[in-house]
């Protein structure tokens, strides 16, 4: 029983920390806004259409991303999210031109939300009733730290 509630707190910490890299790439622009339209040559209006196309991709993914949870493996979702939002991240850093950087956001928002919100909210359901409290407690103290 003992074993099971260590697995259980570290596999939340994986989610965590997982969940607080990937939603901080992902929501890189809106802290760094002046910084990304000087040194990637976008306008105002260029990065307001670029959050527009995160925001409008992720209010469309939303809904089928509790479908897809519940019909794939929980480890490869959070693997693969994690892996592919990383490499959106490399090629985010190369100053790529406008049209590149919609269609990174459109696969952040696929990553984020599809692939990776819904399975962190599953997490939840891991835990017993008595410890449901903590656990979720502790995942967002974590992903919050990160």
């Given at each position: 029983m003992q074993h099971n509630s260590y697995r259980r707190w570290i596999t939340l910490a994986i989610i965590s920390f997982s969940g607080g890299v990937s939603f901080d790439l992902a929501y890189l622009r809106y802290i760094y806004q002046i910084p990304m339209a000087k040194f990637m040559g976008f306008s105002n209006t260029e990065i307001g259409l670029i959050m527009s196309t995160f925001g409008i991709a992720a209010i469309i993914l939303y809904a089928p991303s509790g479908v897809i949870a519940d019909k794939f493996s929980h480890r490869k979702m959070i693997t693969s999210a994690m892996i592919i939002t990383g490499l959106l991240g490399l090629l985010m850093?190369?100053?790529?031109?406008?049209?590149?950087?919609?269609?990174?956001?459109?696969?952040?928002?696929?990553?984020t939300i599809l692939m990776l919100w819904s399975v962190s909210i599953k997490a939840?359901?891991?835990?017993?009733?008595?410890?449901?409290?903590?656990?979720w407690a502790g995942w967002k103290g974590c992903a919050a730290s990160v």
């Open positions: 850093a190369t100053y790529p031109p406008l049209w590149v950087m919609l269609c990174i956001q459109v696969a952040f928002a696929i990553t939840r359901c891991w835990a017993i009733i008595v410890s449901k409290g903590k656990l």
